[in-house]
T-cell receptor
Framework: GAGVSQSPRYKVAKRGQDVALRCDPI?????LFWYQQALGQGPEFLTY????????KSGLPSDRFFAERPEGSVSTLKIQRTQQEDSAVYLC???????????FGQGTRLTVV | RKEVEQDPGPFNVPEGATVAFNCTYS??????FFWYRQDCRKEPKLLMS???SGNEDGRFTAQLNRASQYISLLIRDSKLSDSATYLC??????????????FGQGTTLQVKP
């Protein structure tokens, strides 16, 4: 596709449920980033990949968060045993190379009830 | 101290005003710098890259001061449509020698008629 695609756009999860968020980057983009954005805040870095390699996962808030990009294209962010504090918009971005501008998907709005 | 810091504002200005936003970053090895714009409940979109010599795009001017680790964005002749949150973004060098993009909190601009 022409842009970064994320699914689902909206997700309501019961506390304790596992969720999986999908990101389809722009074709050929090497770098892929995941961010968490709370209302009124800037996007907070979670993790990033260069091709299939996860080069930095320092932003993942706990071991309940896991991300993968097994073939260097589509990525999945998984959150296990969701908590209310996980409620946020999860943004995915991709970039052609490691120091070029990133393009964002529309995000997945996760609400944990 | 946050890696990228911005004054959250809000900046309330009349149409036609000139407004400037500032941003400081902590990692002196950072190599790439960007300004993004984010409208309410939308994803961030690239406004402009920031180059060492400074650069201009219409009414928008970006400056970089590496010695002071400081980035600025100047908007001249503000329009109502400029109302948004402006995010300062810095490419941080990681241990793998490739960068992750770190966002500031964002500065909110409201242009009034």
């Amino acid at each position: 596709g022409a842009g970064v695609s994320q699914s689902p756009r909206y997700k309501v999860a019961k506390r304790g449920q596992d969720v999986a968020l999908r990101c389809d980057p722009i074709s050929g983009h090497v770098s892929l980033f995941w961010y968490q954005q709370a209302l009124g805040q800037g996007p907070e870095f979670l993790t990033y990949f260069q091709n299939e390699a996860q080069l930095d996962k320092s932003g993942l808030p706990s071991d309940r968060f896991f991300a993968e990009r097994p073939e260097g294209s589509v990525s999945t962010l998984k959150i296990q045993r969701t908590q209310q504090e996980d409620s946020a918009v999860y943004l995915c971005a991709s970039a052609r190379a490691s120091n070029t501008e990133a393009f964002f998907g529309q995000g997945t709005r996760l609400t944990v009830v | 101290r946050k890696e990228v810091e911005q004054d959250p504002g809000p900046f309330n200005v009349p149409e036609g005003a000139t407004v400037a936003f500032n941003c400081t970053y902590s990692n002196s090895a950072s190599q790439s710098f960007f300004w993004y714009r984010q409208d309410c409940r939308k994803e961030p979109k690239l406004l402009m890259s920031v180059y060492s010599s400074g650069n201009e795009d219409g009414r928008f001017t970006a400056q970089l001061n590496r010695a002071s680790q400081y980035i600025s964005l100047l908007i001249r002749d503000s329009k109502l449509s400029d109302s948004a949150t402006y995010l300062c973004v810095v490419n941080m060098r990681g241990s793998s020698n490739t960068g992750k993009l770190i966002f500031g909190q964002g500065t909110t601009l409201q242009v009034k008629p």
